[in-house]
């Protein structure tokens, strides 16, 4: 392939947008303790830093085409650039949230968009299939290399270095975009304001919803938020359904508009009309499911090699190293396998690894999670998504002609980090709402006297914290326990953070299978050229 230096440029700028959601999973530990917070705050920044590229990536998109895509990736370069810096400074969780989950987050929706429509720009036939194999390779070398990045840094250093590296790459991204060849000029296009403002209520009302499930309850309140001493819970619903039914809502009120406005010869901020393409409604669907699985995944196996078994970053790095190996070796086999293999036989096989991965980590799980069977799924599960980097983004935009191709690198954004953002937010609340179930459960069988249980049980009535199971004997004893009830109550809440990871690999199981779907439009041929593959439900 000619012009390598565009896709190594854009590949650069890839792998930072990548990275960020996986390289602070293994340093959790270490910012709640720096920075005087918690878990939970912590699942909140990670899912919101994605959720807010969900919520602006069609924005980002049409900014692009009014733009100039390669002016839109300097000024989000720029962006994300100033967000890894403040980041990087952030004295507390509310700056590190501003700067990571807020400023990035809008650095990235003009950054990922004009990523897929510069490739698509300057490659054409098996060029084009390559370069985006690359960049799907780079992908997933960036989620598999996040882990080792941030626990060797975090480890040895800092994990501010991290964010301080991206403000480096960032800006030498800025300084070579101007060799970028840009074949679509600007356009004229009225972005349409109450679209915008419609679509990110709705998601983040959706993906909020979830998130507070785990506190407030699904339907049935559990702990509901309490304003002016009474209990927020309308007509006796959990306030997160309302949210969920809420955003559900304004989505359909969204996409009814962009029907009109197109109807009316006015520019939507999406052609829904393109999601009636079955290959691009089946890729989409795909690359979701994927990103849900692999979210849900770095979020819960750090959490519980940090928390209840005590390791460092760089542990826990090294425990996940069997994903993050396989996954940048079958990211480069799916490419090369590409030029034999149909795209749906490439992606379903990787579908079906992946649901039989995760039923290995599954029947795998121990105390220690150092078995060879727990390091066999990691492997398989890091080649299973290896095979879905590698084929989905060029089967999204080998779905449409040119013209379309920043809009649905626009889509490819908002399903990517919608999937994150679901994947981070679902398996998390099942994590630490079930540990808070299975904590309960296993106070009330425990041997601890009466009052000691009652103490417990009041003291955790509005839900249990994950905590360093070391720290729980320290804690108890703080609060009037002897030393046999401490080590008794340590003994149950780390038998409880067992209990709740194999709930939430159970979950995980589910999202696999539900991904599952989404194959049945994948071309089932080998694609040679890159064209319009129009093919309509």
Not at 329 to 336: A, D, M, N, V
Not at 411 to 427: D, E, K, P, R, Y
């Amino acid at each position: 392939m000619k012009k390598w230096s565009v896709v190594v440029i854009l590949g650069c700028a890839q792998f930072v947008m990548v990275l960020d959601g996986t390289v602070m999973n293994v340093s959790i530990a270490t910012v709640v303790e720096d920075l005087d917070s918690s878990v939970a705050s912590m699942q909140a920044a990670i899912t919101f830093y994605t959720l807010t590229m969900a919520a602006f990536m069609l924005l980002g998109a049409k900014l692009g085409d009014v733009w100039g895509r390669r002016r839109a990736l300097v000024i989000g370069s720029i962006i994300y650039a100033v967000g890894s810096l403040v980041t990087a400074l952030s004295p507390t969780m509310g700056v590190l949230f501003l700067g990571w989950s807020i400023i990035e987050g809008l650095g990235a929706v003009l950054v990922i968009p004009a990523v897929a429509a510069l490739i698509a720009d300057n490659y054409t036939g098996r060029a084009r299939i390559t370069a985006f194999a690359t960049i799907g390779a780079v992908s997933g070398a960036a989620v598999a290399a996040g882990p080792l990045i941030g626990g060797a840094v975090t480890t040895y250093a800092n994990w501010r270095y991290v964010f301080v590296a991206e403000v480096v790459i960032m800006a030498v991204v800025v300084l070579l975009a101007r060799s970028i060849p840009q074949a679509a000029a600007p356009r004229a296009v009225r972005i349409d304001a109450p679209s915008v403002l419609v679509s990110a209520l709705g998601l983040v009302l959706l993906i909020f919803g979830m998130l507070q499930s785990k506190t407030w309850g699904w339907i049935i309140p559990a702990h509901p938020p309490v304003i002016a001493g009474v209990a927020v819970a309308p007509l006796g619903v959990s306030l997160s359904a309302w949210f969920v039914v809420a955003g559900a809502a304004l989505l359909f009120v969204f996409v009814a508009r962009q029907r009109r406005l197109s109807a009316t010869g006015r520019d939507p901020l999406l052609h829904v009309e393109l999601l009636q393409l079955l290959q691009l409604r089946s890729g989409l669907g795909a690359l979701g499911g994927q990103y849900a699985v692999t979210a849900g995944l770095f979020f819960m196996v750090p959490v519980y090699l940090q928390m209840t078994l005590g390791l460092d970053a760089l542990q826990t790095g090294v425990r996940i190293f069997p994903l993050s190996l396989s996954l940048i070796l079958f990211s480069i086999l799916g490419t090369r396998l590409a030029t034999t293999w149909s795209p749906r036989r490439i992606v379903r096989t990787g579908q079906v690894v992946l649901v039989a991965s995760c039923v290995v980590l599954l029947s795998a799980i121990d105390p220690e999670l150092s078995g060879w069977p727990f390091g066999i799924g990691m492997f398989c599960a890091g080649a299973a998504l290896g095979l879905l980097a590698s084929q989905l983004g060029n089967v999204n935009m080998s779905a449409v002609t040119e013209k379309d191709t920043s809009e649905v690198g626009g889509m490819q954004g908002v399903f990517q980090n919608l999937g994150s953002s679901l994947g981070t937010a679902l398996i998390g609340s099942v994590l630490i709402g079930s540990l808070a179930t299975s904590f309960a459960a296993g106070i009330a069988q425990s041997a601890l006297p009466d009052e000691v249980r009652q103490t417990v049980s009041e003291r955790t009535a509005g839900g249990v914290e994950i905590l360093p199971a070391a720290s729980i004997p320290d804690i108890a004893r703080e609060a009037g326990l002897s030393d046999a009830d401490a080590v008794l109550l340590a003994r149950v809440y780390t038998d409880s953070q067992l209990a709740s990871l194999r709930t939430a690999f159970f979950g995980l199981i589910a999202l696999a299978l539900f991904a599952l779907l989404f194959s049945r439009g994948i071309p089932n041929d080998v694609l040679t050229t890159a064209g319009a593959r129009r093919r309509a439900s």
